[in-house]
């Protein structure tokens, strides 16, 4: 990437949250030792009255930042179209084990489990959102939750919340380029430490390896583009989904400017026409649920 398409990356998209009419409540802990990052946001339109469907989103800004709140013009965006919307923020790798940003991942998911009504959420019409390396540790949590041998050899405990769809941006499934590049030696050291093949969690890193002892996804709804650097992940994905009959609708935006519609473009820069369309398109893919 370029230094114009890196800072035009993370600047916060010209949409506010007031644009939407939507209320947000900041910085909740879902940790009793709690950090500034440790924390979600929730997203909810004005005045609403009956309990909202509600959305889950996890952005991990690819191991190397801390969520700060690139993708609160996104969850604003979700907000408005009727869903209570629940923003995860995590530390970066420099921080954590990648068993720790999964385990932070489950975590979040028990407390929003736990207090959802709190915030007039219904847990019975719950879904998820993921994009770039947080689909990866998300996918992979629900995976761990979802396998009785997996849950014995990772020690996670178990949360009651289950999401009748999701929906990915530019998913990152597979760690393998951390693993094997170079460029990501510090990132990789962190996540799996000194010895990757000695890491009884590295398996983890690979969705497919984790999904064999799992039960079936829900539904899936997927964008990606020809301009995204990491198309490969997404294009390999819906095989894997297609292979294991999973539904899925996957949106593969073939035309546009290397600029505009790159790496989870929908997320980073809900204000684009194509993001609004991808956008209305996947609330509308979850309302079909409900």
Do not use: W
Request: glycine share 4%; aromatic share 14%.
């Amino acid at each position: 990437m370029d230094n114009l398409l890196l800072n035009r990356l993370y600047l916060h998209s010209d949409i506010k949250e007031h644009v939407f009419g939507v209320q947000i409540k900041k910085d909740i802990p879902y940790l009793e030792a709690g950090t500034s990052v440790r924390t979600f946001d929730v997203f909810s339109p004005d005045n609403a009255k009956d309990p909202l469907p509600m959305i889950v989103n996890i952005h991990c800004e690819g191991f190397v930042r801390e969520n700060i709140g690139y993708d609160d013009n996104f969850c604003a965006y979700l907000a408005s179209k009727g869903f209570c919307v629940f923003s995860v923020k995590l530390t970066a790798a420099s921080f954590n084990s990648y068993r720790s940003l999964v385990e932070d991942v489950t975590d979040a998911f028990i407390k929003i489990g736990q207090t959802a009504s709190l915030y007039n959420a219904d847990t019975e019409n719950a879904f998820l959102c993921a994009d770039s390396v947080g689909a990866n540790l998300a996918l992979v949590s629900l995976c761990i939750n979802q396998s009785l041998l997996l849950k014995s050899i990772y020690k996670f405990e178990n949360y009651s919340l289950s999401f009748k769809a999701i929906g990915l941006s530019s998913p990152v499934t597979e760690l393998s380029f951390i693993k094997n590049n170079p460029l990501y030696s510090g990132i990789k050291k962190a996540l799996f430490g000194d010895s990757i093949k000695e890491n009884p969690y590295s398996v983890c890193s690979s969705l497919k390896e984790v999904y064999e002892n799992a039960a079936k996804l829900p539904p899936v709804y997927m964008v990606s583009s020809v301009d995204d650097p990491m198309n490969s992940q997404s294009l390999s994905f819906s095989s894997f989904l297609r292979k294991r009959n999973i539904r899925f609708k996957f949106r593969y935006c073939e035309k546009g400017e290397y600029h505009k519609l790159s790496h989870a473009f929908n997320v980073l820069f809900p204000e684009y026409p194509e993001s609004v369309n991808i956008n209305t398109e996947m609330t509308e893919f979850f309302k079909s649920f409900i």
